[in-house]
């Protein structure tokens, strides 16, 4: 499936483009073969179901686009419709009985292989609008086998293999090329998605019987997006490269025997080898308004049962007879690499408004595991052996290579980090009885995390928030590194003679570097340059339970954590934090009084300050801005009609006030003298009336000025 724009191609339109290519693949095969005979019955069932896509959009050499938006997508879908589709299933059903032979086989195989692409060819010119590129895998590949053998000598054998091994990419050729006047987004990805299923199930029944049942998935998938060298600068608003791989698995085994003597196995596996990876040129210049994110994620999630229409358990085994042999394993071997490439001489800006969320710079590599694995294994006989084990081995990479001379500038934050996100779950339980019994559970997690940050030398970070270069956390502090691990071993045995065993043991060893070389880095808040693995959790819990003579307890295990850290930190250069801390703002004196201030032209900051916007509104007035302030005199404003007419009435009152005060007073005064003149005649004529007055009960009188008559 293609879909192709030619080389040279120019093309002028009203609205937007879109160059895209769908496949959705369904595929199945389906073998059921059942046999019986009344001497030997012998039988196979086969089926195979294979997938080979690939899936192109491009866009040729030295295309030229004027229009709102280009959209180049490659896709490759699950199907749609019905209960768990599948892009490619296999099932095989064989069972029979034979008097003397019952022998069965069921072999189930499935694989989706091919790529997936999208890309833009050498030389090509960007219109103003959004811009995307991108390839999405979306797949899955599932295997089911039922064998079912009876007779004197019964076998079954199932066999159940799944497989998903597709290339996802993204590209984009040299020379590429925007107007310096481009706001629109810039979005480069990749994104694969595969889920592997196997599941098996064997059965057999006789004198003699024996069956095998195998479940094998396996996924080497792998993500990855690349840009070509080019000497133009990118000019956008949010800028998103990016790449992800993710692989979903699940698989189940699950084997019966019913014998005298018998023997019977149930075996599922898991192989994981998958990468995702994001790569830069040398010289590679964004000038972006916005976010610009540069990532890199690749995961590894095993699925639930009911998710793909299977069982619950991983594992499920059972036996019974005389002479009895038992044994499954569930196990998962994942190795994962993320990786961040940029060349020398990197040039990133990210201006907007100075502190906020409008512009940023973050460039991450991430790795995550969530797995859980579930066995259950229960027999009985005379004499009968059972184990069971539970494995899970990880090796995850994460990893951000910038090389030499970098210079990245935001007006607010500016990040490279690493992270691995590990969850392990394992529990394996063993259950036998017997006259002589032998009960075995191994449940064992073993985590490896190796995360590096290496910034070549020359590097330049100016950023007006926070600088932040950490292995251990991504560079908006949203993901950091988490290891959690439980495994869970249990083995019970009743019998004459009883011998439990049971180990779990959970390992991480967790190895984090980074290194910044002769680098500038100046923050307006703070700098962090840091390996953190966040205290791993390793839990583990391995018990024998043992009742010989059926009751007399024993218990035996052992139960083993191992947490190995390795963290560090070099750094060579100069980092300065709370680089803004001082702003000094000189507005000099270009005019005369007459014309007064005529511009912002004579604005002027001290160095290494936070930049200040100036603007000029010639209609400015001091006064009415004071005045109209809160708190402000707002007489002079019209808006302010109301305050001026309660200010005036309480001025009059205050007037009106201090007249009468002022009156009060004078009267005082003259009617004092006056009664000072009466008394001192009377004194002198020998009479006191003031104080016959008083004497006699005349009450005192006050004037307006409270002053006694």
């Known amino acids: 499936m293609s879909a192709r724009v030619s080389g040279s191609a120019s093309i002028e339109v009203t609205g937007g483009i879109t160059v895209s290519a769908t496949a959705t693949p369904e595929i199945s095969a389906v073998a059921i073969g059942v046999g019986v005979s009344g001497g030997a019955s012998l039988g196979v069932s086969y089926a195979q179901a294979s997938n080979e896509v690939n899936v192109i959009a491009s866009i040729g050499n030295g295309a030229d686009f004027d229009s709102d938006s280009l959209t180049v997508t490659a896709t490759l879908a699950r199907p749609t419709g019905g209960t768990n589709p599948k892009n490619a299933y296999a099932n095989a059903v064989a069972g029979g009985g034979g008097i003397l032979l019952g022998a069965q086989g069921a072999v189930a195989l499935s694989s989706t292989t091919g790529s997936v692409s999208a890309s833009l060819g050498n030389n090509v010119s960007l219109p103003d609008g959004d811009v995307t590129v991108s390839s999405a895998s979306d797949s899955q590949t599932q295997s089911d086998a039922t064998g079912v053998g009876v007779g004197f000598i019964g076998i079954g054998v199932a066999v159940a293999d799944a497989s998903s091994n597709v290339t996802t990419s993204t590209s984009v050729g040299t020379g590429l090329d925007t107007e310096s006047t481009r706001t629109g987004d810039l979005t480069v990805g990749s994104h694969g998605i595969n889920a592997t ?258 910034v070549g030398t020359g590097a330049n970070i100016t950023a007006l928030g926070e600088v932040n270069i950490r292995a251990g956390d991504d560079s908006t502090g949203h993901r950091q590194t988490s290891l959690t691990g439980t495994t869970s071993a249990q083995s019970y045995v009743r019998g004459l003679i009883a011998v439990p065993v049971a180990e779990a043991d959970t390992t991480f060893d967790t190895n984090q570097q980074t290194t910044v070389s002769g680098a500038t880095i100046h923050a307006g808040r703070n700098v962090t340059i840091g390996a953190n693995p966040h205290d791993p959790v390793a839990r583990a819990d391995g018990t024998g339970h043992g009742y010989e003579l059926g009751f007399i307890p024993v218990t035996d295990g052992s139960s083993d954590t191992d947490v190995d850290i390795t963290a560090n930190v070099s750094v060579n250069g100069t980092l300065i934090a709370g680089f803004y801390h001082e702003l000094t703002l000189t507005i000099a004196n270009t005019a005369d009084q007459a014309s007064g201030f005529t511009g912002c032209g004579s604005v002027t900051q001290n160095a290494n300050s936070l930049p200040v916007t100036c603007t000029y509104d010639g209609s400015f007035n001091p006064r009415n801005f004071v005045n109209s302030a809160p708190g402000g005199d707002a007489l002079g404003d019209p808006a302010g009609q109301p305050l001026r007419r309660r200010r005036e009435r309480d001025h009059r009152r205050e007037e009106r006030l201090r007249q009468r005060v002022a009156d009060g007073v004078r009267r005082s005064d003259d009617h004092r003298r006056q009664l000072q003149q009466e008394l001192s005649d009377r004194r002198r004529d020998g009479d006191h009336p003031v104080q016959h007055g008083r004497a006699c009960g005349v009450p005192r009188r006050r004037d307006e000025a409270g002053i006694d008559q």
């Not at 479940?215 to 080497?220: G, K, N, V, Y």
């Not at 976010?291 to 590894?300: A, M, P």
């Not at 590990?422 to 002589?436: D, I, K, M, P, R």
Request: proline residues 1%; without cysteine; hydrophobic residues 40%.
């Open 197 to 454: 299923v196997a599941a098996s199930t064997a059965g057999s029944g006789g004198v003699v019987a024996g069956n095998g049942s195998i479940a094998d998935a396996d996924d080497d998938s792998s993500s990855s997006t690349t840009i070509g060298a080019t000497a133009h600068t990118l000019y956008a608003n949010d800028v998103t490269i990016s790449s992800q791989n993710e692989a979903q698995y699940y698989i189940h085994s699950d084997s019966t025997n019913a014998a005298v003597v018998g023997a019977s196995g149930a075996f599922a596996s898991f192989d994981g080898d998958t990468s995702s990876a994001t790569t830069l040129p040398s010289g590679f210049t964004i000038a972006a308004t916005g976010i610009v994110l540069i990532t890199s994620e690749n995961d590894f999630f095993s699925l639930a049962g009911g998710s793909v229409g299977e069982p619950t358990d991983n594992v499920e085994a059972a036996g019974g007879g005389g002479i009895t042999a038992t044994a499954a394993s569930s196990s998962a071997d994942i190795t994962g690499h993320s990786t961040v490439t940029i060349g020398n001489n990197l040039n990133i800006s990210a201006v907007n408004e100075p502190m906020t969320n409008k512009a940023s710079i973050g460039i991450d590599a991430g790795s995550q595991m969530l797995v859980s694995d579930r066995m259950n294994l229960e027999t009985g006989g005379a004499i009968n052996g059972a184990g069971v084990a539970s494995s899970v081995d990880a090796s995850l990479h994460s990893t951000v290579l910038v090389g030499t001379g970098a210079t990245l500038f935001t007006t607010q934050n500016a990040g490279i980090g690493t992270y691995t996100i590990a969850v392990g779950s394992l529990q394996a339980e063993a259950s036998t009885w017997g006259l002589a019994a032998v009960g075995a559970a191994f449940a064992d997690l073993d985590v490896d995390s190796d995360e590096t940050i290496t």
